[in-house]
């Protein structure tokens, strides 16, 4: 059975109030489209975004993409959501297994996703005597299955689009009503949704952590490149407007403390204010490659 990829990109991320398919995380820069269609393109024959209709930007134009297609359910309402994105792909190759992501899991990893596929295909192999139809994980916080992280046969793929018809527009149920193959994922937050700003914050954090134990796992220090701005008496000080750093610090607060012994700043670090990216932050905010920093002395004069 062909193999197909899929990521779903068509949401209007309400919650995070920008385009999550378009949001980078780590120091690599790379945009949530492209990681997962990274991850894909060696699992998979061919690869294929899932947008809504008209739904263009640089990013996505570098890709295949397969809009949503108009779905009424028998009640005449209109279908809308990741149900219309993998019954246009269904629709698009009929004979096809899709290997569906949404765009919005910053934690998974190619473990996690070949796992997945070397599991189908040991099923595959057997010849299938259970006759499932799909295969998911499990998710770790209901135990339901996860729809959005999901190899669906055309078997499933029909399935759902009766229960659409039905007017159920959840695929999670349609896997539900399924012969549905459930694993248990090694990793327990590589399912995790960032649906956010503050879950974005949360996936950050955690990746940093990830990127540290693997840091010292290799014996070096991963560093991120920084443009450094200095206001008023710090701009006096060091002589300049700012500079470019590339530090293995990964918050603003050690950062400071190692520009305050070269240039000879005379502030602590709690006397100043620290914005990042034009928008006040914490000391403890993880830094990401290509952030603006800016370190703000007290105000002084009468």
């Not at 060696?42 to 397969?66: H, M």
């Not at 960032?194 to 954090?205: G, K, P, S, V």
């Not at 990830?210 to 008496?233: E, S």
Request: charged content about 20%.
């Amino acid at each position: 059975m062909k193999l197909n990829g899929l990521v779903l990109t068509g949401g209007e991320s309400r919650r995070m109030g920008r385009d999550k398919a378009l949001l980078a995380y780590g120091p690599e820069g790379h945009s949530q489209i492209e990681r997962a269609m990274a991850l894909l393109a060696p699992l998979v024959k061919e690869s294929f975004l899932s947008v809504r209709p008209g739904q263009q930007d640089a990013v996505r134009q570098r890709y295949r993409q397969i809009p949503d297609q108009p779905l009424v359910d028998n009640a005449g309402k209109t279908v809308s959501g990741p149900a219309a994105g993998l019954l246009a792909a269904h629709a698009q190759d009929p004979d096809a297994a899709w290997l569906v992501l949404a765009c919005d899991l910053p934690l998974l990893d190619e473990a996690t996703l070949c796992s997945l596929v070397k599991r189908w295909r040991e099923v595959v192999a057997k010849g299938n005597p259970v006759g499932w139809t799909a295969l998911a994980y499990r998710s770790t916080h209901d135990g339901l299955p996860e729809p959005l992280c999901t190899l669906w046969t055309p078997e499933a793929l029909a399935a759902l689009g009766n229960h659409v018809a039905e007017g159920h527009v959840c695929p999670r149920k349609a896997l539900l009503n399924s012969k549905t193959l459930l694993l248990e994922p090694e990793n327990p937050h590589a399912l995790d949704n960032a649906n956010t700003a503050e879950e974005r914050a949360q996936a950050e954090r955690r990746l940093e952590r990830r990127r540290a134990v693997q840091a010292a796992q290799q014996g070096v220090a991963p560093t991120v490149m920084v443009q450094v701005t200095y206001f008023a008496q710090l701009r006096d000080v060091a002589g300049m407007k700012g500079e470019a750093i590339t530090t293995a610090h990964r918050t603003a607060g050690p950062l400071y403390d190692e520009l305050r012994q070269r240039h000879g700043f005379p502030f602590e670090c709690q006397q100043l204010r620290l914005a990042l990216n034009d928008s006040f932050a914490e000391w403890d905010t993880p830094l990401k490659q290509g952030d603006v920093v800016v370190f703000i002395p007290p105000v002084t004069g009468g």
